[in-house]
């Protein structure tokens, strides 16, 4: 009777850890999502949260959840949500944040609990250089000398000779600043003052009176959102007549409503995608981007695509390319799944996204080359592309 007893309980506890490892095996993949929604930068995370909405809630088979939060345009709140992510989720993958100095908050945190993070902001910083806490670490905004060079190019046909700058003063602004100042030297533009605002400030009229009085053939405005609205105003009350340039950080519909008739004429680099109609039949990046811009604007309406809508969508692409092959070494909710998604990321080849072709390597975890941008002007209050 006992011995009966005893394969009884040996049989249910079988079942248990057959029960137990099955669902293992199908274990959800969790991926933790932090966002500027509110704060200086919502017109940025507001269509990043709208994209992710958008994507694939199951991938190589396995389920995907997204848990998306807040972090209100806020270093501090960005690194709790980090946390709390790793802590009571137990994700496999960050996404986020949407401005630059969250994002670097982040790194320290995902390096030591060694969860894979796809940074949606621009600094070059997130990803360089290369070592031991940013091997976990990816990005799909465009870096700032890649748009910086393109800006310049733009200034030398242009024939400008001398530069006013003026950025957050943040690292957004200083990072600018760093990677532009490189690539004027390179053709030989100075570079005439170096102002700083903000992003909350509602006035940059003394910045916009000491970069005039420098007598600058062009302005380069280096911020993000509709902020950067703030010192074009400031220069075009004080009669500011020469060209401004505004970075890829301000393309979005809200920065066209906001700056209104203020910024009409400005010149900027951007991601393909936001002229995607526009472009080439042979551009690369052109049907991925016309089939983001259909689903993107099904559900939020015409003309509100922007470029970091995009560069989320873009993560997502990138995580649908890299899943498939960490499963085969690693199930969802594990270390070593977390460390074969970092390894595929990083061997991604080839992905045609809406900002760009993605090749990453070891040392290059943004992975696009030059055809990743496009020069656009803002004209009759629509984005133009500059062939």
């Given at each position: ?8 309980v ?28 509110t ?24 389920k ?8 209100a ?20 993958i960050?996404?986020?944040?949407t401005?630059?100095?969250n ?5 320290e ?33 465009q ?86 609205v ?17 970075t ?16 009409e004429?400005?010149?900027?680099p ?36 922007s ?27 594990t ?19 809406v ?33």
């Open positions: 009777m006992k011995s009966v007893r005893k394969i009884a040996l049989t249910k506890l079988s079942a248990l850890v057959l029960l137990s490892c099955a669902g293992l095996a199908h274990a959800d993949i969790n991926v933790g999502v932090t966002l500027s929604t704060g200086p930068a919502a017109s940025l995370g507001i269509p990043e949260k709208n994209t992710i909405a958008l994507l694939p809630t199951t991938i190589g088979g396995q995907v959840n997204y848990i998306v939060l807040d972090d345009s806020d270093t501090t709140q960005a690194v709790k949500n980090t946390r709390r992510f790793i802590s009571e989720n137990n994700v496999d960050v996404i986020g944040s401005v630059s100095p994002s670097l908050s982040m790194i945190v995902v390096a030591e609990a060694q969860t894979p993070m796809i940074s949606l902001a621009a600094s070059s910083r997130i990803v360089e250089p290369m070592d031991a806490k940013k091997k976990w670490v990816f990005k799909t905004p870096n700032d000398i890649m748009m910086s060079l393109a800006i310049v190019q733009d200034m030398v046909a242009r024939g400008v000779k001398r530069v006013g700058f003026i950025g957050f003063s943040n690292a957004y602004g200083d990072g600018w600043f760093g990677e532009f100042s490189k690539a004027a030297a390179l053709k030989k533009i100075d570079i005439v003052s170096n102002e700083r605002f903000a992003p909350t400030d509602t006035s940059a009229t003394a910045q916009a009176l000491k970069i005039m009085s420098t007598k600058p053939d062009a302005v380069l405005i280096a911020s993000s959102g509709t902020p950067s703030v010192p074009q105003r400031a220069l075009k009350e004080r009669g500011y007549q020469g060209q401004i340039y505004q890829h950080g301000v393309a979005n519909a809200d920065f066209l409503r906001v700056g209104g008739k203020v910024v004429g400005t010149l900027l951007s991601g393909p995608v936001l002229v995607a109609a526009q472009l080439p039949a042979d551009h690369p990046v052109r049907k991925v981007a016309l089939e983001y811009v259909t689903k993107y604007e099904a559900a939020n309406g015409k003309d509100s695509v470029l970091f809508g995009g560069y989320a969508w873009d993560a997502g692409l990138l995580l649908q390319a890299a899943v498939p092959t960490a499963l085969k070494k690693g199930k969802p909710g270390p070593e799944f977390r460390a074969a998604l970092r390894d595929a990321l990083e061997a991604i080849k080839n992905v045609n996204g900002h760009g072709v993605y090749n990453m390597s070891a040392t290059d975890h943004l992975g696009l080359d030059q055809r990743a941008r496009v020069m656009v002007k803002i004209v009759n209050g629509a984005w133009k592309y500059q062939p």
